[in-house]
């Protein structure tokens, strides 16, 4: 990878860049329902209804996250909050970038142009790509694609924007599910994993494991 040179840094946002502190806005609205014991098992269902959630068509995400919180609460057995989508929603609004992402990603930004691909609504990357504190060349939403990831048109959209080729993108992630291995089938092949511990490995899609940005720096040659 020291001798590649994409046109290209694609990133998914939320979990790889923003710090998306679900779990701590999910205590709040489950209101003590889930003992600690049995609080990494209902984690990992909600996940998995978030996941399930956008295989559809777009729809707003705070919506998306009210239907998928109710469907856990029905498997659970435990009541759901009629609110929980407006309060995931301001949850994701206040959230910040993972602190080891600043400082490489401006750097990363002084040779390279870096593109967002993100499952949110438009207004959220609005509040959160300034608070990144790097330039990007283009961000792009499911709002704006008509589609969520891990469906393959909102990678399409992204290449459509920019009138480019598969080719022409080094994408890194933090999510196999959502953005790895749709990558992939749709012919990216410069792809990195940016390690944050959400997904079980799948190293068959063909991607590159970093524990940082400044790793993924020094690999791209970047002092």
């Not at 390279?112 to 790097?134: E, H, M």
């Amino acid at each position: 990878m020291t001798n590649y040179r994409p046109k290209y840094v694609s990133f998914d946002c939320y979990g790889t860049l923003i710090n998306y502190e679900i779990d701590s806005a999910t205590r709040k609205v489950v209101r003590g329902q889930i003992s600690d014991e049995d609080w990494p098992a209902f984690r990992n269902s909600f996940s998995k209804y978030r996941y399930d959630q956008v295989m559809g068509d777009y729809y707003p995400y705070r919506q998306v996250l009210q239907d998928a919180y109710d469907r856990v609460c029905r498997a659970w057995q435990i009541e759901s909050d009629p609110t929980a989508g407006e309060q995931f929603g301001e949850a994701v609004l206040s959230w910040g970038p993972h602190v080891d992402v600043p400082a490489p990603l401006a750097k990363m930004a002084e040779r390279y142009q870096l593109v967002i691909i993100s499952n949110a609504d438009t207004a959220f990357l609005d509040v959160s790509v300034p608070r990144l504190g790097a330039p990007f060349h283009a961000v792009y939403t499911a709002e704006q694609a008509g589609f969520y990831k891990p469906r393959y048109q909102a990678f399409e959209y992204m290449v459509e924007q920019l009138n480019a080729s598969p080719d022409d993108f080094l994408h890194v992630s933090s999510h196999t599910r959502y953005d790895l291995m749709p990558a992939h089938d749709l012919g990216f092949r410069n792809l990195v994993m940016l390690n944050r511990n959400y997904d079980p490995p799948a190293h068959s899609y063909g991607y590159v494991d970093v524990a940082s940005l400044d790793e993924l720096n020094q690999m791209l040659g970047i002092d």
